[in-house]
Every structure is written in C-alpha cells, then in structure tokens.
C-alpha cells in the first residue's frame, strides 16, 4: 500500500519558518514535489526535488524562502518554509512520481500518488 504521509503544518506568524515532512512507504519514487491549495483555488506547484536530490525547481513565489530536500535513506522529502507569508496559508500536499526525470515535473498531472494534506496557516 503506497502512502504519503505530510506532517509538520500549523500556524505561524509572518516572517516565521516551518518544516514541512512527507514520509513516503510502499513505492520508491523517483521525483518527490510539493503543491498547495488555497480556499477557493486551484492547487499549485510549490517545489519538486528529482531522485538525486539535484535540480531542485520552485515556483517563482516562493524562491529564495522555501527549500526541499529529501534524505532518500529515510524516504522523506521536506519542506523548509521560510520567512512565511500570509499568502502562503493553504493546505500543501505532498506528491510522488515514478517518472525518470533528470529535472522534476511540475505538472501535477505528473505525480501519480499524493498525500491528504497538511493545512499551514500564516497570520500577520
């Protein structure tokens, strides 16, 4: 049974940091991203991070604050969120691909199995 299990969500003020964690069991993937859903939005791409952990892609709203990296020992991928903003309040899910990509997809149509969220709230 495949699982992505995303932890680490909550409230936080604006200019505060959180770590986001996504334990994945049952498949190894190759690709790993981040996506997130705001009330009343379509889900976007947020970052995507290959196998190797190289080529690390991120939307251009949260360049420059968010980080992912993944420790494939442990097969968990994270999210380090930076220097938050209100307008990053949403729900983020984590996602899974078995695509062999040197550079991650940030289609969502790429990424086959995905985690039930984790709601992180920004407040200013």
């Known amino acids: 049974q495949v699982q992505l299990v995303e932890t680490g969500g909550g409230l936080a003020q604006a200019g505060a940091s959180l770590r986001l964690s996504c334990a994945a069991s049952g498949r190894t993937f190759n690709s790993m991203g981040w996506f997130r859903q705001a009330p009343g939005k379509v889900r976007t791409f947020v970052a995507a991070i290959a196998w190797n952990g190289r080529n690390p892609r991120y939307s251009d709203s949260v360049k420059g604050r968010f980080a992912i990296s993944r420790d494939n020992a442990k097969n968990i991928v994270y999210l380090q969120m930076n220097n938050l903003k209100v307008e990053d309040t949403a729900v983020y899910y984590c996602?899974?691909?078995?695509?062999?990509?040197?550079?991650?997809?940030?289609?969502?149509?790429?990424?086959?199995?995905w985690g039930v969220g984790t709601q992180v709230t920004v407040s200013s």
């Open positions: 996602a899974g691909s078995t695509e062999i990509d040197l550079v991650p997809s940030s289609a969502a149509t790429s990424y086959g199995d």
